[in-house]
RNA sequence: GGAGAGGUGGCCGAGUGGUCGAUGGCGGUGGUCUUGAAAACCACUGAACCCGGAAGGGUUCCGGGGGUUCGAAUCCCUCCCUCUCCGCCA
């Protein structure tokens, strides 16, 4: 949510950045600042009234006490009872539409965020490793796995539906020993809390990120009587943890990881990437979670971004960081790198990390705050999230990248304590 | 799934229609005392929003929502949550 006294003040920044954003908002804006004046029109009025309400209920206390009559002061407050409700509810009315309005208003990008109007205008900010040159014709990964006998894609749609895959032997224990991998190195090194949270989570924890009330499309809802959706992403209940609290300033920053499977019905996306196991509708992803103050929240999400990249340089794979530009940046992010690896078997660099600072956006949705030290009134926290990594996309890079002409794949070396010491997986 | 009990400030715990945002205790902060600490004593100690340049003033909040009333933490309705027992179960 963007801070409505912005609007109210410096509405020329809001709507130079909704611009930048390429979202035609003017009008949305327009409507929101005419809500804003009309609450702060009501507001004072009623709370005039509840004021001279409650000094003529004390004054019938006093009568009755004193035994004098009370019907005139009665009759008087019964009336202003009558207004007070009337405007209460014409206040209700507006403060409804207001935050209904606020809550798909994106955020702004920040400055150091590049100027552009789609994906082909964000920058590379660096680049690690060189892809390796093949002697022969790299596979992908749809071929390589059903050929090792670690990925079956028809038996995925047999359990469940098409974008659902089974994992089997070598396969499966390669996603397990990413995550215990990746785990194993942000809590250990990274000073990342782990965390098990739910897997489902209610509406409010979604509104609180910001994929609520817009992107509802992409969710999984439960059926039958629950306000419950399959998480699309462990940034919503980790973000959520604090809903509604106020830290201590000494406490942050506070970073957590977690494992969790992800579940998202792709809506709109159903000619990309069908094949392989790029964009499923269930993936496992260890993310990371920071709420920091405001004044390290970039110095943050860089160390954030540089433990995700972290992980693709353990396991020696050819990675390059983009940032984000204004026309690309998601809804509730300020700022965003993707940290994308080399795939051999498509030749391209494909996303397998988004990190996102969204500042004191999703704070002011889900109401987390913090006393900074030595004061006294609570402010936003910024919180920041980001992929430390996609289980199954890095599943898939080191299938193509560690691929051999035989058709079996090497194990990279940081990832073999956790395959009890397994070096290559065979065809069978 | 069945039966019962309960949700009050950071915590414990009073309060069942009239200045109650709420007695008291604990915790916390500051002070007095002390070489220092403890103890004791004193004071302060929630949040959101509105008006205001500020100082300051005001409104709301006793699980959520609605209702009754001049007036609700207190009465009524409803929803949510927690706990206990039984059943079932990993």
């Known amino acids: 949510m963007i801070d409505p006294a912005l609007l109210r003040d410096h509405g020329d920044v809001v709507r130079s950045a909704m611009t930048a954003r390429g979202a035609d908002l003017s009008a949305a804006l327009d409507a929101l600042a005419a809500l804003d004046a009309d609450r702060r029109r009501l507001l004072p009025e009623i709370e005039g009234l509840q004021r001279e309400q409650n000094e003529s209920a004390a004054a019938v206390?006093?009568?009755?006490?004193?035994?004098?009559?009370?019907?005139?002061l009665q009759e008087d407050s019964r009336h202003r009872a009558a207004r007070i409700k009337e405007l209460s509810q014409q206040l209700e009315a507006v403060e409804q539409q207001r935050r209904d309005a606020l809550l798909v208003i994106p955020n702004l990008p920040h400055a150091t965020v590049?100027?552009?109007?789609?994906?082909?205008?964000?920058v590379e900010v660096r680049r690690h490793g060189t892809p390796r040159e093949f002697a022969f014709t790299p596979q992908a990964h749809w071929d390589l796995g059903p050929a090792l006998g670690i990925i079956d894609f028809e038996r995925g749609v047999k359990l469940a539906a098409a974008r659902f895959t089974v994992l089997m032997g070598a396969g499966a224990q390669l996603a397990r020993a990413l995550i215990n991998f990746m785990l194993h190195v942000?809590?250990?090194?990274?000073?990342?809390?782990?965390?098990?949270?739910?897997?489902?989570v209610n509406a409010?924890?979604?509104?609180?990120?910001?994929?609520?009330?817009?992107?509802e499309a992409d969710l999984f809802k439960i059926a039958g009587d629950w306000d419950l959706y399959l998480s699309p992403t462990a940034?919503?209940?980790?973000?959520?943890?604090?809903?509604?609290?106020?830290?201590?300033?000494?406490?942050?920053?506070?970073?957590?990881?977690?494992?969790?499977?992800?579940?998202?019905?792709e809506a709109g996306s159903y000619g990309a990437d069908v094949r392989g196991l790029i964009r499923q509708h269930q993936f496992d992803k260890v993310e990371l979670m920071i709420v920091s103050t405001a004044e390290d929240s970039y110095a943050e999400?860089?160390?954030?971004?540089?433990?995700?990249?972290?992980?693709?340089?353990?396991?020696?794979?050819?990675?390059?960081?983009?940032?984000?530009?204004?026309?690309?940046?998601?809804?509730?992010?300020?700022?965003?790198y993707d940290i994308e690896v080399w795939l051999p078997g498509q030749q391209a660099y494909r996303e397998i990390s988004s990190c996102s600072?969204?500042?004191?956006?999703?704070a002011r949705r889900a109401n987390i705050k913090y006393r900074p030290e030595g004061k006294k009134?609570?402010?936003?926290?910024?919180t920041l999230n980001g992929s430390g990594l996609a289980v199954g996309r890095t599943l898939i890079a080191i299938l193509e990248n560690y691929q051999q002409e035989d058709g079996s794949v090497v194990i990279p070396e940081a990832l073999r304590p956790f395959m009890n010491g397994m070096a290559r997986i065979e065809r069978p």
Do not use: W
Not at 186 to 200: K, L, R
């Open 301 to 336: 999400h860089e160390r954030l971004t540089g433990n995700a990249e972290e992980i693709l340089r353990r396991l020696e794979l050819p990675y390059r960081t983009i940032v984000l530009c204004t026309g690309d940046v998601g809804f509730a992010a300020a700022k965003t």
């Open 186 to 200: 942000h809590t250990t090194e990274h000073g990342y809390t782990e965390v098990e949270p739910p897997f489902m």
């Open 235 to 265: 940034e919503v209940p980790l973000t959520n943890l604090h809903r509604g609290e106020i830290l201590d300033g000494a406490r942050l920053p506070i970073r957590y990881t977690a494992y969790t499977p992800c579940f998202r019905s």
């Open 357 to 362: 600072n969204t500042e004191a956006f999703q």
């Open 204 to 215: 409010a924890s979604l509104t609180g990120t910001g994929n609520l009330p817009k992107f």
């Open 61 to 72: 206390a006093r009568a009755k006490k004193e035994g004098r009559d009370t019907a005139a």
């Open 377 to 382: 009134k609570a402010e936003f926290a910024h």
């Open 114 to 122: 590049p100027a552009g109007a789609s994906a082909d205008d964000n």
